[in-house]
């Protein structure tokens, strides 16, 4: 299968701290994607890395992605108590299919 | 720009009664369309897609169904529900094209009792 996995399952800090989520997959993939979801909301597209590029940045996000070890990881920089939710990474292969992971859990305390 | 329209927001039903969820695009044309069921706490489990009207690809043997009778209407069906099929139920477009994101509609809580 080639569906993600993320690390940590949950995760709780302070406010103003970074957060570290990871993502490990098994198969080859086009790309892949992190999402945001809110409890009881639908996911949030956040961002897109393709199989050819090794780290993208967005506002607070920043995504890396290793192909060699399937992995990626997404971090939040100087986390806010918005940014509580849990973060999905989806990977997508060449057809129409896309695998999402269990998530983790981000608590932000104030 | 585009949105997405789930609905209802929360279903409760009984064991054995049938079920219709719909969902509908607005803004966009030919899109993907999926539907989606989250356990509690969990990941996405894909359970349909369709690439167009009357095209539908089921993921998982179940009693679900789907149908798409038009190009922005998704449609999730079920004879008669089991306890199983309590959850929570997400609807989502992409555009047409391998590994597009996904923008998903705020769901249905479905509560099988």
């Known amino acids: 299968s080639q569906q993600g996995e ?72 100087a986390s806010r108590a918005a940014d509580t939710a849990s973060y999905f990474c989806a990977t997508a292969n060449n057809n129409n299919d896309m695998r999402f992971g269990a998530g983790t859990r981000l608590t932000v305390k104030p | 720009s585009q949105t997405i329209h789930q609905w209802p927001a929360t279903l409760v039903q009984p064991v054995g009664s049938p079920l219709s969820l719909e969902c509908t695009v607005e803004g966009t044309s030919n899109p993907n369309l999926y539907w989606y069921r989250q356990a509690a706490g969990r990941g996405l489990q ?50 047409q094209g391998a590994g597009q994101p996904q923008h998903f509609g705020d769901g249905t809580r479905l509560s099988i009792l």
């Open chain 1, 6 to 77: 993320e690390d940590p399952q949950a995760l709780s800090i302070q406010e103003g701290e970074n957060a570290t989520m990871n993502c490990s997959y098994k198969t080859s993939i086009n790309n892949l994607q992190w999402y945001r979801q809110n409890s009881g909301r639908g996911l949030v597209h956040l961002i897109l890395i393709r199989s050819n590029e090794r780290e993208k940045h967005s506002g607070r996000l920043r995504v890396t992605l290793d192909t060699s070890k399937k992995s990626s990881s997404l971090l939040i920089t």
């Open chain 2, 46 to 95: 894909l359970l349909f897609y369709s690439v167009g009207i009357g095209q539908i690809s089921s993921e998982v043997p179940q009693n679900l169904s789907a149908s798409r009778p038009q190009d922005r209407q998704f449609i999730l069906s079920s004879k008669k529900l089991l306890l199983s099929d309590s959850g929570f139920y997400l609807c989502a477009w992409s555009g």
